[in-house]
């Protein structure tokens, strides 16, 4: 059963999440932007989520008549299963340019229909993605996890995707359901955003894009979603965040230092 983020009238925002089974892989959640005949999936995930994901789908649309296939980025646990929603369903791949060559390494190369023609491919500056007569904003966020990073603003229900922006590592079978304490949620996410976060230059930049937006919610591809004042704590937390190369030194890349061995054939 997926979890309703928004739906008034023909137009709806659904959350599936906790797909992956056990410990095989990290947890993560898929979107369906559903206005009236015509849906979007969100970052549907690798193999190991296809077939669970498509029995959870089915209860919304008919998983074969998805328009576009949304991909904010390049990860296997976005798109690596880009080769069965291409074999099975007329969508069309919504990714950066900068990946519209990488993407097809996962498609064997014996499939048909499966060319350039079914790409739909965003330059770096964000498109307007057409869904109906609804729109879809693909947004700049490069070097935030990924160098062709995109998030995704469903204007209708003004809901941001961000992708891995945002994300919290929370355990396997944990309910779903809006951040209400955010201090008390931050050390699930802060790790991961000082490791995979490029700068807080770049997090600056995208805080203030996501305030211009003023968005009804934030809803991560791992974690929980984020609403009110949860969502105020987490932009001025991202705003002040050192990550990546800010937490670099030259202490990092010494030869010396390395000393753990990894077990291999002697």
């Not at 490069?142 to 809901?159: A, C, P, Q």
Request: aromatic share 10%; charged share 20%; with cysteine.
């Amino acid at each position: 059963m997926g979890f309703v983020l928004y739906e008034s009238g023909e137009h709806s925002c659904i959350a599936y999440n906790d797909l992956v089974r056990g410990d095989d892989g990290v947890q993560a959640n898929q979107f369906l932007i559903k206005h009236g005949t015509h849906s979007a999936l969100i970052d549907p995930g690798g193999s190991l989520l296809y077939t669970p994901l498509m029995l959870a789908l089915g209860r919304n649309v008919r998983p074969h008549q998805i328009d576009m296939i949304l991909c904010s980025h390049q990860d296997p646990d976005v798109i690596g299963s880009v080769d069965k929603w291409l074999l099975y369903t007329q969508a069309k791949v919504v990714c950066s340019r900068l990946w519209g060559r990488f993407v097809p390494h996962l498609v064997p190369h014996y499939m048909e229909n499966a060319g350039s023609e079914r790409y739909l491919l965003v330059e770096d500056e964000g498109a307007r993605i057409p869904l109906g007569d609804a729109d879809v904003l693909a947004l700049p966020a490069h070097f935030m996890h990924s160098v062709g990073n995109l998030s995704f603003y469903d204007e209708t229900s003004r809901i941001l995707f961000p992708g891995d922006i945002c994300s919290g590592l929370v355990a396997s079978g944990r309910a779903y359901g809006f951040v209400e304490d955010f201090e008390a949620y931050r050390p699930c996410m802060e790790g991961f955003h000082r490791r995979y976060m490029a700068s807080n230059r770049v997090v600056r930049f995208w805080v203030d894009m996501v305030r211009e937006l003023n968005p009804a919610m934030i809803v991560p591809q791992h974690g929980m979603p984020f609403r009110g004042d949860a969502q105020i704590a987490l932009l001025d937390w991202l705003q002040r965040l050192e990550c990546g190369v800010d937490l670099m030194k030259q202490e990092h890349y010494r030869p010396q230092v390395i000393r753990s061995v990894v077990p291999g054939l002697r």
